[in-house]
């Protein structure tokens, strides 16, 4: 047998059933990788990797351990590409591009598109910026550094300036021929031929299918696409991905303020910017930061979500702060005491969920000032109802476990007022919060949890001293 079927047979599946066929890497994997590294077997190591996509890749970069990812780097010479680096998670990929030599740096980026080579740049180092920038074609160049000048979670920045442009007269002919007679000048992907006027303004675009499929005496102005929209340099990521998503785009012109083309957003660049605005969105409502990854060290992670603690500490001393209002009472019936977490519980639980779905329709734009009164109702309307359910669970449980009646009737009551204000406050603090031009998923957490805390404790305390005292 041949090194080389060697080789093969090393790669090869031991077991059909241990293939995974929900697209995540197999676990063999990760053990052969490691033994190639630990063997210090180059060659295993390419054939292990090589058939690998990229993104595959940057998933095992990220899940291996920081010394075992080094040594893997450092056998793996001339393997890690640009189309690897912009798979990696930001704080990952600015630790390995620390450990890269410029030259190789340089050579890992130089094929890229100038929109993946802003996104690995934007966050370096002067001094790799411009090793790599010192790197590139002229005109590359002259490209990414123009983008670099536009707003971060910009347009301006999502955008690849090569772009496939015809004038708005040329026929399909034409256009068939151009490309055919550019092979190195054109985009490695691309879906739209934009038509542009000879001032270099955007009039419509036309899909490469129905270019292909239509004869060549057509004018392309008659097949233009129904879909054509234009986005400024400076608009926002955000709005950018959501106009792509809501539309159905496949790709969008980018103009500068003079309304010329200036670069093209491919769908692939703006699911990516949707995907992390709503990744942002999830971290921030568990108060661990809008860029935490589970790459990122110890310190990087406790500096991320140490802010957060210290704000739910504030809070919690403050709804402390209600309990010891109460002393006597609590004195008084012991069995206070045992009960009131339930309602803080139930109703912190209630508030979250009625957050959780503002928060998310807040950011898909589905809440707005024409249906917010009807939401908040709604989220009133189900609290109420919940609370009604749980109250007559909870009232039937405390009579039964303490055999006072009307310990069950104050439970009962608290439950009710603290659900339809956990629905209230679920709802009502992120649209203020967002009228005030604050992230609702960073702050809503922190108010919704207080208010849920202070109101079921002061309302069933504060019946307890009533009713029961």
Request: without cysteine; proline residues 4%; negative net charge.
């Amino acid at each position: 047998m041949t090194d080389e079927d060697q080789l093969a047979r090393k790669v090869e599946p031991e077991d059909e059933t241990e293939e995974t066929d929900d697209f995540s890497l197999p676990p063999r994997l990760f053990d052969e990788v490691l033994d190639a590294v630990e063997g210090e077997d180059a060659e295993a190591l390419d054939a292990l990797l090589d058939p690998l996509h990229p993104a595959d890749i940057a998933d095992l970069l990220e899940q291996i351990d920081p010394r075992d990812r080094k040594a893997l780097l450092t056998l793996w010479k001339g393997g890690l590409d640009g189309d690897i680096l912009s798979e990696l998670d930001d704080n990952l990929r600015e630790q390995i591009i620390a450990d890269l030599a410029p030259a190789d740096l340089v050579a890992a980026v130089r094929e890229l598109e100038t929109d993946d080579v802003v996104d690995i740049v934007e966050d370096l180092e002067p001094v790799q910026q411009r090793a790599i920038l010192a790197g590139l074609s002229p005109a590359d160049r002259v490209a990414v550094e123009k983008a670099l000048a536009y707003p971060e979670y910009s347009a301006g920045r999502m955008m690849q300036t090569e772009v496939v442009r015809m004038p708005e007269d040329w026929t399909v002919g034409q256009a068939i021929d151009f490309m055919r007679a550019s092979p190195g000048q054109l985009p490695d992907q691309f879906y739209h031929v934009i038509l542009v006027d000879p001032r270099m303004r955007p009039k419509g675009y036309v899909q490469l299918g129905r270019l292909l499929s239509s004869k060549r005496e057509v004018r392309l102005a008659d097949i233009l696409e129904d879909s054509f929209r234009t986005f400024g340099v400076e608009d926002e990521q955000g709005a950018v991905a959501y106009a792509f998503n809501q539309y159905h785009l496949i790709s969008a012109p980018v103009v500068d303020a003079d309304e010329r083309l200036v670069g093209v957003i491919t769908i692939d660049d703006a699911m990516e910017a949707l995907d992390e605005e709503h990744e942002e969105d999830i971290l921030r409502l568990a108060g661990v930061g809008g860029e935490s990854e589970l790459s990122d060290s110890v310190r990087e992670t406790t500096r991320q979500r140490f802010p957060w603690l210290a704000v739910n500490l504030v809070t919690a001393i403050l709804a402390s702060g209600v309990i010891s209002l109460f002393e006597d009472v609590i004195a008084g019936l012991v069995a206070l005491a045992v009960l009131m977490p339930i309602v803080a519980s139930m109703g912190g639980n209630a508030g979250t969920q009625s957050l959780t779905v503002a928060v998310r329709a807040i950011a898909t734009r589905d809440l707005t000032g024409s249906n917010v009164w009807r939401v908040i109702r709604r989220e009133v309307a189900v609290g109420l109802v919940n609370g009604l359910i749980f109250a007559l669970v909870m009232g039937a449980i405390g009579w039964a476990w303490f055999g006072a009646p009307m310990l069950g009737v104050v439970i009962a009551a608290a439950m009710v007022i603290n659900l339809v204000v956990a629905g209230l406050a679920g709802t009502a603090i992120p649209v203020i919060l967002e009228k005030l031009k604050v992230d609702p998923a960073l702050a809503s957490g922190a108010f919704v949890t207080t208010v849920t805390d202070v109101v079921g404790f002061f309302a069933f305390l504060g019946l307890a001293a009533l009713i029961l005292l």
